[in-house]
């Protein structure tokens, strides 16, 4: 007769246990979401700087609103984390993923800062330039027909500055 299943046969008392498997931890959708968004803005960020140090600063309206539709995203993904009960992790699995994030972010956003704070410095550069040649190059006077020397034209840049 066959020794039933239940007491195990002679092969299953002499083999190793079975290995027990643990299952990674599953990230929180929500918190997926916010760190994907800060992962966006970085990147738009980094592209916006690459863009302004190329000099291509046309394209200055396309990065405000892409920066706006990021800075939407990671407002509901964190209104979602909130209303969740996600906060971001301090330790475990997805801290340092948090903390990459988060450092990646910071450091975008100063680079980006440095890149246009140079280009709105060059550009107050290059006015000032403008101004004090338009400045200087006003007429000392002018004469008439007759002569007589009347009042040279004062040119200025009112209203210029707020064109611009």
Do not use: C
């Amino acid at each position: 007769m066959r020794k039933s299943a239940a007491r195990g046969s002679r092969r299953d008392r002499n083999e190793a246990p079975a290995t027990v498997v643990v299952k990674p931890e599953v990230i929180a959708p929500e918190l997926d979401r916010f760190l994907l968004a800060l992962d966006t803005l970085s990147s738009v960020l980094d592209e916006e700087t690459a863009t302004v140090r190329k000099g291509e600063a046309a394209t200055v309206d396309v990065f405000v609103q892409r920066k706006r539709e990021v800075e939407h995203e990671i407002r509901v993904a964190g209104n979602s984390m909130a209303e969740a009960g996600v906060t971001l992790p301090e330790q475990g699995p997805f801290a340092e993923r948090a903390q990459r994030s988060v450092d990646r972010l910071a450091e975008a956003a100063r680079q980006n800062g440095i890149a246009l704070t140079a280009a709105r410095d060059a550009v107050e550069h290059v006015m000032g330039a403008i101004r004090k040649a338009a400045a200087d190059a006003g007429s000392e006077g002018m004469y008439a027909r007759s002569g007589r020397q009347i009042e040279g034209i004062a040119r200025t840049m009112k209203g210029f500055d707020t064109r611009l």
